[in-house]
């Protein structure tokens, strides 16, 4: 295995997935693994730029994404953006949207696909 996708499709909160999600990746990375991310449905949440997660009493998880670069890549599918009415200018500066082709060639191109 050399590369691996990870699809997370659960709110970052009131859920482990997007952090159990985030530290398979950084996992990956830390073993030399081409491993990027993706966010589709309630998971587009995790891309928003200044999360402040004090109140729910969990850990934020912005800071965790920014131990993803350089090597790895967060990736947020754009229907589930519009969904939600979510905007480009509500995320994170270093998240990536992609369209179905995108998210499909990005599927195939990877070894091993987690759905988190």
């Known amino acids: 295995m050399n590369s691996v996708l990870i699809i997370i499709n659960k709110a970052p909160y009131g859920y482990e997935d997007a952090f159990s999600g985030f530290f398979v990746e950084i996992a990956c990375l830390n ?5 990027d991310v993706v966010l589709i449905e309630d998971g587009v949440y995790a891309a928003i730029d200044n999360q402040n997660s004090e109140g729910l009493k969990f850990p934020g998880v912005g800071e965790l994404t920014y131990l993803i670069f350089p090597e790895g ?6 229907n589930s953006l519009k969904e939600r009415g979510i905007h480009k200018e509500d995320l994170m500066e270093t ?4 369209d179905d082709n995108e998210l499909y060639e990005l599927s195939k191109s990877k070894e091993v ?4």
């Open 95 to 98: 998240i990536e949207i992609i």
């Open 113 to 116: 696909v987690i759905k988190i």
């Open 73 to 78: 890549n967060i990736f947020v599918y754009n």
């Open 31 to 35: 073993r030399q693994l081409v491993a």
